[in-house]
């Protein structure tokens, strides 16, 4: 159980997360959504006390972080930036964070197999690929056997297959009881992994909801309407967002198609097509943090 | 993942941390490159001085701990970059930020790094100046310089020569953990610690003469040496002298360490 309330971090003059304030329960996957700098990174290491908040607080299980006793037996991280020495072997570097909570060697050798590093765990991970540099990252996350799994940005790097196992390990944490928050800002990953929802978009909370709500509510779902008579179709719509894509055809929100339809028979507007448009998740992301992008690409 | 068979407490205990660092140190090449160099510099050196000594070279003046084991200002750099290593290179590799999840409250850290990095250099550091000491008077029987470790004096000085280079060591430990940066405290370690204090001390004052013995090379210099050097401190003196600079490089980044984010 993570708990957020009122994070807010400055660095200098720069508000990088603002008055932040959410919980993540146990038993499923929760998504952490945002742009690119929208503070994700930035609150996760608030969460695991490396940056100190300069507002509000985080706790894990009721306290925060340092407050643990046995710290990495609540949570488990796997951070955005590289947290290996690149001179140490995979065994060794595990080893060595064993032995500060007494973990015992068996451990370090489960969490080897179950990220698949056994057969490379010898080796000097300089010389690891991006992908199994990941799998070492997550095996370190689950070496004490935490209740919470907190993960940024884990399939970076990861091939399909890597994907996959992410995915799988996620719905299986979540499935054992732990508490599991993923970031990423692909919501077509989260869409396929998370139950719940955290979006920020320069720092500040945009939506926390579940995968499903948040198509529900966007308000995305749209209509478009291909018709001679554009105009008048137009006067006829009364509350309803009409947009032209082109002199004929109308995107239509907040109509269902058969109020559409009906309307343009009672007045006889010829209708050449009628088409519900089912918002992606993609779409609901873009359209929620659309004011909240930090760097956004100039459109051709 | 249910079923790990743990011992009934997992917790942070300070020996444990004191282990992991200990794990650490010992799984990496740069630390026996390092301590390697350091050992094969001071008995290299020491071979040289002994096989190369003649009584009417001009050097019988010369106290015979510091000709024999002239070779650990050379071997104490290495080791100094050891002691950077420890703490700046986890900034510089990332390793800092698992390392300060595992034990969040920080300090531990730092001070199990200071512990097994002093257990390591001083028990290598004197073992080495001991053979180094011993093989060199191999060389030196028929000379002005002929001494054995029982003469009055000389295992001190040994001693005090391998508790020198370790607290020398230390301070450059401190100096990474301060400054996070490996480079930037090899830098501040050759300028601030082994130059300035040269220049210093050749500035025409008299009081900056007796100023500058305190410091930490000249002090380290001056617990290295069998007979009183001129115008050193007294074996006593320097050691606490030693102590309080290397105790001050270790403060600095522990008031930080609390203060600052990874
Ligand atoms: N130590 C720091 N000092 C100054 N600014 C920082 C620091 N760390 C992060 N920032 C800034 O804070 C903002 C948020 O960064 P953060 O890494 O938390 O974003 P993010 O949501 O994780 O983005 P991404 O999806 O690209 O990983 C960025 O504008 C970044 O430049
Ligand atoms: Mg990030």
Redesign the pocket.
Known sequence: MIRAENLT?R??D?T??QDLSFSVRPGSVTGFL????????????MILGL?APTRGRATVDGHPYAAHRAPLTHVGALL?ARSVHPGRSARHHLMALAHTHGIPRARVERVLALAGLTHVAHKRVKGFSLGMGQRLGIAAALLGDPATVVL??PVNGLDPEGVLWIRTLLRNLAAEGRTVLV?S?LMSEMALTADHLIV?GK?RLLADTTVDELVRTSGGASVRVVTPEADRLRTLLPGARITAEAPDTLLVTGLEAPEIGRAAAAHAVPLHELTPQAASLEQAFMDLTRDAV?YQGASA | MTTTTTTPALTITPSRVLRSEWHKLRTLRSTWITVLTSAALLLGVGILMGATYTSDGGDSDVDTVVLTLYGSQLGGIALAVLGILVTAGEYATGMIRASLTAVPRRLPVLWAKAAVYTATVLTVSLLTALLTFVTAQAFLSDTDQAASLTDDGVLAAVAGNAAGVTLLGLIALGLGAALRSVPGAIGAFVGGVLIVPEILGMLPYEAMDTVVRYFPTQAAGALGSATPLPGAASPGAALLALLLWAAAALAIPALLLNRR?V
Request: cysteine-free; proline content about 4%; glycine content about 18%.
């Open positions: 971090k660095y200098g720069t990088v997360v945002g742009p690119n700098g929208a503070g994700k990174s930035t609150t996760l290491r940056d955005e940024d940005e970031s800002h920020i720092g930090e | 984010d």
